[in-house]
């Protein structure tokens, strides 16, 4: 309702040439809208109003709720209307599996938000298509390879991660704390090791500064009047939000640009120590072969770098949030967890290599990131073409949403969907058993790129926690009070709360 709030407040604003212009444009919506629901090869959905679309009937705080609602009624594919926005929604796994793997040439390209169109200007690997986002993908991901993704060398990074952050946590002397800013500091630092080729102490000042804008940017992207200008861009141009997303990028850009003056003046081409370098040497080799126009530009670095820290930092440490928030909740679960790690491991450092003889913990990591989904609505997607898919014709440029929460909760391959039960990743003996519903990282081309070094960091930060601490809820909170009540940004992160480390060693 806020940002009906805010719209009939801008309505109230505007001078009578805006109100004739609004009015127009309401009209012309609603002639498309109406005249067009002839064509019964287009997705069925609830109808939508002239301007508000189906606004009215959206949980706009979690409207992933409402779409999954909207399926049970409309199926698995329908049309929604976010405003004037025409979005057409897959939910359920054989239906997002077919679009984004079978399909995934058609329903492979992003649809950038308002906001991402202004701040990367086609620039970087989140938000943009066709030749840009190919070179950065593949160079990207190619290096990431080579400093270590998914190896060996890579697991050593992580684990003395690991190490700083236990200090950090027994510094809390078992005493109520906000989880989000250490764990945030450990993801931040892997992806900083991976960009930069080093990590920052955690009472860095300009590091300290770099985590919270992640985090006040993951804010601001949820925020109502983000959203509201997401959709009205004419109409909310001037709120705070949008100024106070490009003070934060301004600040982000000044202190790269620092950063990759530095690395610049200490570059060794024999030896690259992390993403920045190997582009920086690359760049060089293109314009010495007297190649001036590629995508290896300084706006495509910074862009490839902040959307980076945003992406892989926000959604492990939200996850890792989770499943501490899971385990206080859930005391036997917890203690289930220790004492395979006790068995298996004993006090020795935990290794990826364990992760077959931690069936248990596995599953307890699995089935946080299916209950939780941090990323419940994946990013919008829309198609390179038209295409008549499970019946329906989808047309070229329209915006897709592939539910992912109704893959992760899709009562077809889950036992209990919106019930924290590790033993949908366990067989009758016990032993882990892989599920093709398991959709977090999404799939298809874009898959996220990184997901091989998510999926270190989070079962070696979560066995390496588990391990060293007991995690309870805040004196005078009992564990049914611990709720999972989802807060809204670009990642759903649960509501801020306490939780006391309580050491083991």
């Known amino acids: 309702m806020e940002i009906l709030k805010s719209l009939l407040h801008a309505l109230n604003s505007v001078t009578m040439l805006d109100l004739f212009f609004v009015l127009l444009v309401m ?5 498309v809208i109406f005249f067009s629901k002839g064509n019964s090869k287009e997705p069925p959905g609830p109808i939508p109003l002239p301007l508000l679309g189906n606004l009215l009937q959206l949980d706009l705080n979690r409207p992933f709720y409402t779409l999954l609602e909207f399926s049970k009624k409309y199926g698995s594919v329908f049309t929604v209307y976010f405003g004037p926005k025409k979005v057409v929604v897959l939910a359920g796994y054989r239906t997002v599996k077919d679009a984004l793997v079978n399909h995934d040439e058609v329903f492979g390209e992003r649809d950038a938000l308002q906001i991402m169109q202004e701040l990367n200007k086609g620039h970087g690997l989140l938000w943009t298509n066709g030749d840009t986002w190919r070179e950065m993908r593949r160079f990207t991901l190619s290096n990431l390879r080579d400093f270590g993704m998914g190896k060996k060398v890579c697991e050593g990074k992580i684990t003395e991660e690991c190490l700083h ?17 250490p764990i945030t500091f450990a993801a931040a630092n892997m992806i900083c090791l991976m960009v930069y080729g080093s990590r920052f102490e955690y009472d860095d000042p300009e590091f300290k500064c770099m985590v919270h804008r992640i985090s006040k940017m ?3 992207f949820g925020s109502t009047s983000l959203q509201a200008y997401n959709l009205y861009p004419l109409l909310f141009k001037w709120v705070a939000n949008r100024k106070e997303v ?13 950063l990759f003056s530095h690395l610049k003046k200490t570059l060794n081409p024999e030896t690259c120590r992390g993403l920045v370098d190997a582009f920086l040497v690359h760049k060089k080799k293109l314009k010495e072969s007297g190649i001036n126009d590629s995508p290896f530009n300084n706006e495509n670095l910074l862009m490839m770098t902040t959307n980076l820290f945003n992406a892989g930092t926000e959604t492990t440490a939200t996850t890792l949030r989770w499943g501490l928030l899971l385990m206080a909740k859930y005391p036997k679960i917890q203690e289930q967890v220790h004492e395979e790690l006790r068995k298996v491991i004993g006090d020795r450092q935990v290794q990826v290599a364990d992760r077959r003889s931690l069936p248990f913990t596995d599953a307890v990591i699995h089935e946080t990131q299916r209950l939780v989904n941090v990323i419940p609505a994946g990013l919008p997607h829309k198609t390179s073409r ?14 897709v949403y592939p539910l992912l929460t109704s893959v992760l909760h899709d009562p077809s391959e ?4 919106h019930s924290f039960h590790p033993a ?11 599920r093709d519903a398991f959709m977090p990282f999404s799939a298809g081309r874009r898959i996220c790129l990184a997901e091989s070094l998510a999926r270190m960091e989070l079962f070696l930060f979560f066995t390496t ?6 995690f309870t809820p805040a004196p005078g909170v009992t564990e049914d009070e611990l709720v999972l009540t989802v807060q809204g940004g670009l990642t759903f992160g649960p509501l801020p709360h306490k939780l006391c480390a309580v050491s083991r060693m």
């Open 165 to 181: 952050l236990i200090e950090l946590l027994k510094d809390y002397k078992g005493k109520p704390f906000d989880t989000s800013q």
């Open 246 to 258: 490009f003070n934060v990028a301004a600040a982000n850009r000044k202190q790269n640009v620092a």
């Open 386 to 399: 038209d295409i008549t898919f499970q019946g329906y014709l989808i047309k070229k440029g329209t915006t």
């Open 218 to 220: 993951n804010n601001l």
């Open 414 to 417: 889950w036992e209990k969907p």
């Open 424 to 434: 949908h990743f366990l067989d009758k003996e016990g032993k882990f058993v892989k």
């Open 27 to 31: 009209y012309l919506i609603y002639s």
């Open 465 to 470: 926690l588990l391990q060293h601490f007991r």
